[in-house]
């Protein structure tokens, strides 16, 4: 049976994660943290197998200090991490076997495979990402509009526009337009636009729940244990 501690355990994703692991085979859930006990994780709190993330960027120092403390297997979801975050997180690779993605669906990591395909067939087409989230999340765009960005212009060769206002000009066609919508309660919609001449083509992939994000979370841990310390992405793990 493999220990696990949660943390940002009260936010919407770390409840369900909570759930999860008290109803998954082989897992026990040893530990919920948030804001108000964060802290505990430098030094108080006690070694797991595993920690699962899905708390905010403020969060990374403990979860570091967690982690090189006590080697614990870290599944991170956490999204809106600049370019030092990403860094700091790689490198606890050292202490333990490390997994972040912004997005834990297994459909989403197949659309950003059919992405980066389409991407490379369909050169010269003109490529938007729209992402639609409900109207309480945090950032935009979404870590998952960045991922798929990633996939279409791998080399970060086009200029990205997160949307257009005013007296914009030619559309260059060098160019990636982010477009970020927020309302209700949407779990998740991501889009991917290639434009033609006299034809467009769409990959769409809409989340009905946050729990296709959690079942891929626990698959992932599930898999990440036992590993080799390191950096690893959810694609390593899955496919």
């Given amino acids: 049976m493999a220990s696990v501690i949660v943390i940002g355990a009260e936010g919407r994703m770390g409840k369900l994660i909570c759930a999860a692991v008290e109803e998954a085979e082989g897992l026990e859930l040893a530990g919920r943290y948030d804001v108000a006990n964060a802290d505990e994780l430098d030094s108080m709190a006690p070694a797991a197998d595993l920690a699962i993330d899905f708390s905010r960027p403020a969060s990374l120092p403990h979860t570091a200090a967690y982690v090189r403390r006590t080697h614990a297997a870290l599944v991170s979801g956490t999204t809106g ?22 997005n834990y669906s297994l459909g989403v990591a197949v659309l950003k495979r059919l992405a980066a395909q389409a991407a490379e067939a369909l050169a010269g087409y003109d490529i938007e990402i729209v ?56 779990a998740g919609t991501h889009e991917v636009h290639f434009f033609g001449t006299d034809e467009e083509v769409v990959l769409t992939h809409r989340a009905a729940s946050r729990q296709i994000f959690v079942a891929g979370a626990i698959a992932a841990a599930k898999r990440l244990l036992g590993r080799e310390p390191g950096l690893y992405t959810f694609d390593d793990l899955m496919f």
């Fill in 81 to 102: 991490f600049t370019e030092e975050d990403m860094e700091a997180l790689a490198a606890l690779g050292e202490a333990a076997p490390v997994v972040h993605s912004s």
């Fill in 131 to 186: 992402e639609t989230h409900h109207n309480q999340k945090a950032d935009a765009p979404s870590g998952t509009a960045k991922l798929l960005l990633a996939a279409v212009d791998p080399e970060g060769a086009c200029e990205v526009v997160d949307g257009r206002s005013g007296i914009t000009g030619v559309r260059p066609k060098n160019q990636i337009g982010m477009h970020a919508l927020r309302g209700g309660t949407v």
